[in-house]
T-cell receptor, first 115, second 113 residues
Framework: GAVVSQHPSWVICKSGTSVKIECRSL??????MFWYRQFPKQSLMLMAT?????????EQGVEKDKFLINHASLTLSTLTVTSAHPEDSSFYIC???????????FGSGTRLTVV | DAKTTQPPSMDCAEGRAANLPCNHS???????VYWYRQIHSQGPQYIIH???NNETNEMASLIITEDRKSSTLILPHATLRDTAVYYC??????????????FGKGTLLTVNP
């Protein structure tokens, strides 16, 4: 149980375009979802927390207009990187927490390369 | 900021127990300790978590000191597939009933044949 699917697993896009990443909880309802970013040889950095039906809470230094997060249902959250630039190239990982669990399940990550 | 400190790397022989330490001296009374691991280019995998008591599951054991200022993750019989970065995380309250996991730098455990 507790599976989180993230799609796509990798994407290459041109500078200036937008990219959407999906995060789905397959067998549980995720009341809270988290988005992280990880640069090579670094740890995961929390970008934002979203609760279903509410606006996301962004960590300090993360541009909310650039990284749009939507958590419209209890099983789906999306992260849209708008007007992507090469410096946005990174490994993006989502995590979901169910209502009846203390656990946090992570997706397999999305490798974004902006060229 | 992460509330944990871990050694950057450790080595372990295959088949032996791997003991990974973690310091969390500023932990509050109701904050849980979580352990995750990440194999290269994959999402973190949950291992175990605890509050005060020692915990054991099919993957590992978690030993938390009585003052809760440190803990040790024990992999009883390490295999080559256990080579990964291990993260010790203190779950903190981010407002209301919301909690978040803030990752530190973790420990790269290398299991050698």
């Amino acid at each position: 149980g507790a599976v989180v699917s993230q799609h796509p697993s990798w994407v290459i896009c041109k500078s200036g375009t937008s990219v959407k990443i999906e995060c789905r909880s397959l067998d549980f309802q995720a009341t809270t979802m988290f988005w992280y970013r990880q640069f090579p040889k670094q740890s995961l950095m929390l970008m934002a927390t979203s609760n279903e039906g509410s606006k996301a809470t962004y960590e300090q230094g993360v541009e909310k207009d650039k990284f749009l997060i939507n958590h419209a249902s209890l099983t789906l959250s999306t992260l849209t990187v708008t007007s992507a630039h090469p410096e946005d190239s990174s490994f993006y990982i989502c995590s979901a927490q169910g209502q009846a669990t203390y656990g946090y399940t992570f997706g397999s990550g999305t490798r974004l390369t902006v060229v | 900021d992460a509330k944990t400190t871990q050694p950057p790397s450790m080595d372990c022989a295959e088949g032996r127990a791997a003991n990974l330490p973690c310091n969390h001296s500023t932990i509050s009374g109701n904050e849980y300790v979580y352990w995750y691991r990440q194999i290269h280019s994959q999402g973190p995998q949950y291992i175990i978590h605890g509050l005060k008591n020692n915990e054991t599951n099919e993957m590992a054991s978690l030993i938390i000191t009585e003052d809760r200022k440190s803990s040790t993750l024990i992999l009883p019989h390490a295999t080559l597939r256990d080579t990964a970065v291990y993260y010790c995380i203190v779950r903190v309250n981010s407002g209301g009933s919301n909690y978040k996991l803030t990752f530190g730098k973790g420990t790269l455990l290398t299991v050698n044949p």
